[in-house]
């Protein structure tokens, strides 16, 4: 992991969220989907801790080399403040943290869940997946249509996506639930990859466990460090042996 200070390239608003382009080319060399950066806090007490944000894109090569994205939901003081930031000015960083994802070794078929801006880290995986030559399928998820997060990438990047919202202003009414049993069948799915509020991947990963279907999640949860040291993330987990 590397600690930089990071030129703010861009910012703009998409629906609910914000977006974030920044300028940490030895933070994007290294960046995989699934994992995500520690941004420091301007200093006082309500911005005691780092706030972590999840890797929404890292470009590698081309005009963009060099840059990470983010989508921000702005629910508190601190990713309030980072949704006022403004093009070149400065975000200490420290990334990329946390364990990515793992891909399937074969052309497998691969099924992205994802609810509200849990999509946000899918998308970069859903990219990579497909320049391997791997089979995306989507199912997005949120409470309303602002917060339904790029539905035209997530057409774009796979050969089926179902969207659904709680109010029924986009797609169809209902949770990702409702729409996962179909879309796994259509897809024929070999391994799910899933996003979002913890509430949502254990439901998501009962049922591939009913299924026998391979899963991997990507797990949000406040933290302090980042690093796995201070196990403020900690959360329960079943073993194999059934522990």
Known sequence: MKRVR???????????????????????????????VAVQMPEGREFLLRRHLAIHDASRRGGWAGTLEFVIDPVG??????????AHSFLDLIGPLGKGFSHPRRLTNCLLVAEHHGAAT?????????????????VIGADTMERVLKPIDAKRLSQTVAIVTADGTLGDRGDVMDALPEAAERSNAQVVY?????????????????R???????????????YGLCHTCVVPVARKDGS
């Open 122 to 138: 899918l998308y970069f995986l859903a990219q990579e997946l497909v320049a391997g030559g791997r089979r995306v399928d989507m």
């Open 6 to 36: 990071a030129e703010v390239l861009s910012t703009r608003k998409i629906g609910a969220y914000q977006q974030l382009t920044v300028v940490a080319p030895e933070v994007a060399e290294k960046a995989r989907p699934g994992q995500f």
């Open 194 to 210: 899933a996003a979002g509020p913890a509430r949502t991947l254990e439901r998501v990963a009962a049922f591939c466990r009913e």
């Open 77 to 86: 003081p601190g990713t309030t403040w980072l949704t006022s930031t403004r």
């Open 212 to 226: 026998g279907l391979p899963a991997q999640m990507a797990l949000e949860e406040q933290m302090g460090c980042g």
